[in-house]
C-alpha cells in the first residue's frame, strides 16, 4: 500500500528538486509508532527534534501541528509508522544559509514492520560491520539527514537471516547497530554505548536509561561483548529485541531484558506480532 | 532567474518526497562550469562520478545522456553552472536497497556566479571553522549528498568579506576550504592536502595537480600555514582563486598562482568578470 504523504500540510507526495535536504541532506527526520492513533514515545521524539532544530540553526516546527498531520497519515492504521522529515527548504545553490528559511515538512504514514512471535523470544543474529561510524560531536545523537554510512554498511549482507548489524567507531568501539541500540549486561551493570561523538539517541534508548537509572552510558570495546551475559537492542519501531548472537558468540535472552520487554508492552506498543 | 531543470530527462521541477536522496542523502552530485556550451573539465567531473557511483553501489549513468541534458539545462547562457544530482531513487522505508534501484537524475542549469576582478587580482579573505571535518574513508573524496558539515561550516560566519573557510580534521589538518581545495607553497614544494579520510577530491585540484606533477598530497597541519609563501583556491566553478588572508595571516599572490591562473584562462573559462 502506498504510504499516505503530507508536504508542508497538503496531500502530497513530491518537493522541489532543488530542496535542501535533498541537496545537502540538510535537515532532520523522526520515526514514530503509533498504536490506535497514539504514540506512547511522542514528547521524547519531540525533544529530539527540537535539539536537532537548535544543533542545525533550523526553524522548530510546532509539535501540534507535527501530531496533528501524523494522526491524519496514519489514521484508520492500527499499528502504525510515521516518518517525519523537515528540511531547511528551497535555498540558493551553496551551502550558505538565509536565517528564515522557510523549512519543508513531510510527514508520511506507513504500516508497521511485523516481527515474529519467535523475534521477541529468541532474539535476532547480527552481522558484524566493516563500515564505521566516522566521529563528529557537532552531529552525534540528533537523527539528521546524512546516513550514507548506514547505508553503506547496511548494503554489506543479504543473509535475511541478520536483522541487523553491530557498527563501532574507527577505534573498534561499539556505537549502536545500523537501525537501533544496543544495551550490554556487562559484569552485572547495564551499559549501552555513548552517543557523544558518533550514532543516535535513540528514543527507545532513552526510555530504557529512564526506567533503569543505573544503567551506563560509557565506551563499549567490541571486545567487552564476548563477555556480556545479555545483549538486546532498543528501536522505537520495533521496541526492545533480545539479541542472540553477534558473529559467532552466542547469548540468551535473560532477565533485564525480559523486563524491558514487559515495560515496553506496558507502554501500549502491540507485541502481538505475525 | 529559476534555474532549469531536467528530472530523469524531463522538463519538471519536482521528486518524490520520499526519495532516498532526500530520505538518506543516499546518492551523489557534480557542480559543472559550461562556458559557450563547453565544460573544460567534464571529463574529470564523470570519473569523479562514477568513482561515487561503485563506492556507493549505484548504477553508473550514461555521461552521454547527461552532457546532452546538461547542454539543454545551460543552453543559451554563455556562463552556466549545471549541477547534476544523482539518487538511489525512491525505495521503501530503511537503509537497506534493491540493487536495482532506479535512480533519480535531475539536472539543473544556473548562471554562473561573478567573481571581481580584485577577486582574482588580490584574492580572498577566509575565516577559519570551528567545525571540522570527520573521518569516514569509505565516503572521502566522493562528492555525496552528505553535507551538512559543509553547511555547519558555512554558517559560522556572515562577514560578506570572507570568501570561504578553511576546514580542520579534528587532528588540527588542513583539509579544505567550505567551498573549494586548497594549494599552499611550502618551503619551495607546491602542497595540497590528502582527501583520503575527509573532505572532497575537486576536479579543479586534480587538473592542477595534472600540470603540476610535481606537487604533493601531504597532512598539512594548520600550524605550517603561517609559514607558506603562496596559498591558493581550487574550484571548478571559481577557478584558481588566490587567498590574502587566513584569520590574521596574509598573503600575496605568487607565481605559482599566477601561472595557474593562466592555465585556468587558457582552459576557456572566462576571466571577464563584473
Redesign the interface.
Known amino acids: 500500500m502506498a504510504?499516505r504523504?503530507l508536504?508542508n500540510g497538503q496531500a502530497?507526495?513530491?518537493?522541489?528538486?532543488?530542496?535542501?535536504?535533498?541537496?545537502?541532506?540538510?535537515?532532520l527526520?523522526e520515526?514514530i509508532r503509533f498504536m490506535e492513533g497514539r504514540a506512547p514515545l511522542w514528547s521524547r521524539h519531540m525533544a529530539r527534534l527540537l535539539l536537532g532544530c537548535e544543533r542545525?540553526?533550523l526553524t522548530k516546527p510546532d509539535p501540534e501541528i507535527l501530531l496533528q498531520e501524523a494522526l491524519q497519515v496514519c489514521g484508520g492504521m492500527p499499528d502504525a509508522?510515521v516518518?517525519i522529515?523537515l528540511?531547511r527548504g528551497v535555498g540558493e545553490?551553496?551551502?550558505?544559509?538565509a536565517p528564515n528559511a522557510s523549512l519543508t515538512r513531510?510527514v508520511?504514514g506507513?504500516a508497521a514492520p511485523k516481527l515474529s512471535a519467535e523475534t521477541w523470544r529468541d532474539g535476532v543474529r547480527l552481522h558484524v560491520c566493516q563500515?564505521?561510524w566516522?566521529?563528529?560531536p557537532?552531529?552525534a545523537g540528533i537523527k539528521?539527514?546524512?546516513?550514507?554510512?548506514?547505508?553503506?554498511?547496511?548494503?554489506e549482507w543479504t543473509d535475511a537471516g541478520l536483522a541487523d548489524g553491530v557498527m563501532m567507531d574507527?577505534q573498534d568501539r561499539v556505537v549502536s547497530t545500523?537501525?537501533a541500540n544496543l544495551f550490554v549486561m556487562l559484569d552485572g551493570a547495564l551499559v549501552t554505548p555513548s552517543i557523544e561523538r558518533?550514532g543516535v539517541a535513540g528514543v527507545a534508548r532513552a526510555e530504557v536509561l529512564s526506567v533503569r537509572p543505573d544503567a551506563r552510558e560509557a565506551e563499549l570495546p567490541f571486545m567487552a561483548l564476548a563477555r556480556a551475559s545479555e545483549v538486546f537492542l532498543s528501536s522505537s519501531v520495533r521496541g526492545i529485541v533480545p539479541v542472540q548472537a553477534v558473529g559467532n558468540t552466542v547469548y540468551v535472552p535473560g532477565p533485564v531484558t525480559r523486563a524491558l520487554q514487559a515495560h515496553w508492552r506496558g507502554l501500549g506498543y502491540s507485541t502481538e506480532h505475525a
Request: hydrophobic share 45%.
Open positions: 504510504p504523504v508536504v502530497d507526495t513530491r518537493v522541489s528538486a532543488l530542496d535542501r535536504g535533498l541537496s545537502y541532506g540538510d535537515g527526520f520515526t542545525l540553526a509508522v516518518r522529515t528540511t545553490r551553496g551551502y550558505a544559509f513531510i508520511a506507513f563500515t564505521r566516522s566521529e563528529q557537532l552531529l539528521h539527514l546524512n546516513r550514507l554510512e548506514q547505508v553503506l554498511a547496511r548494503h574507527a545500523v537501525m558518533c
